[in-house]
């Protein structure tokens, strides 16, 4: 099993910062995707195939990766950005998610 | 528009059974991979199972951990895929989503196991 691990697990951002936010694998994979879930609702696909933003998802918003480190970067912190980003691997089974970063505004 | 409803959730004993249901709309159900995902209290997700299409005969992945308690199933003549959960433990205390190959996912069911 590939386990994912996420960093940092809670970080707060000013309006207009720039943000990072990082998933590890304890193996290789071929591709990432992103999820953002906001509090109450369900997951929302963000970004697939490593790089590729879903539908309606703000250009601000980056995802970049190979091998075993990937990242989801935020080029200017809004206060809608806040929400939880998981990260997901679909390069083998069982599928696994990271345990999150909780992104607050300051 | 692209819609998924899970129904079926509620509170449940130890070692009894539940049959959650997704009934989907707005894609092509036949020749979609479905699959079930849970999000715990502490909000770890949790892959579940997965169910391929009839091209791919239908060919069924668990998670090791639920297989042979859980049976992931689909109706494509109903556009719906079920989740049959056998001999149910407090750590399957969940919510409970389906996904349309992790692109879109249903809002969810809870399910509670508890004495």
């Known amino acids: 099993e590939i386990v994912l691990t996420q960093s940092p697990t809670t970080m707060a951002a000013s309006p207009g910062e720039k943000v990072t936010l990082n998933c590890l694998a304890s193996?290789?994979?071929?591709?990432m995707n992103w999820y953002q879930q906001k509090s109450g609702a369900s997951p929302k696909l963000w970004i697939y195939g490593t790089s590729n933003l879903a539908s309606g998802v703000p250009n601000r918003f980056s995802g970049s990766g190979s091998g075993t480190s990937y990242s989801l970067t935020i080029s200017s912190m809004e206060a809608e950005d806040v929400a939880t980003y998981y990260c997901l691997q679909l390069s083998s089974y069982p599928l696994t998610f990271g345990s999150g970063t909780k992104l607050e505004i300051k | 528009e692209v819609q998924l409803v899970e129904t079926g959730g509620g509170l449940v004993q130890p070692g009894n059974s539940l049959k959650l249901s997704c009934a989907t709309s707005g894609f092509t159900f036949s020749t979609a991979w479905m699959n079930w995902i849970r999000q715990t209290p502490g909000k770890r997700l949790e892959w579940l199972a997965q169910?391929?299409?009839?091209?791919?005969?239908?060919?069924?992945s668990y998670l090791e951990s639920v297989k042979g308690r859980f049976t992931i199933s689909r109706d494509d003549s109903k556009s719906s895929v079920y989740l049959q959960m056998n001999n149910l433990k407090e750590e399957d205390t969940a919510i409970y989503y389906c996904?349309?190959?992790?692109?879109?996912w249903g809002q969810g069911v809870m399910v509670t196991v508890s004495s």
């Open positions: 169910i391929e299409d009839k091209s791919n005969n239908y060919f069924i």
């Open positions: 996904t349309w190959e992790s692109v879109r």
């Open positions: 193996s290789s994979v071929s591709y």
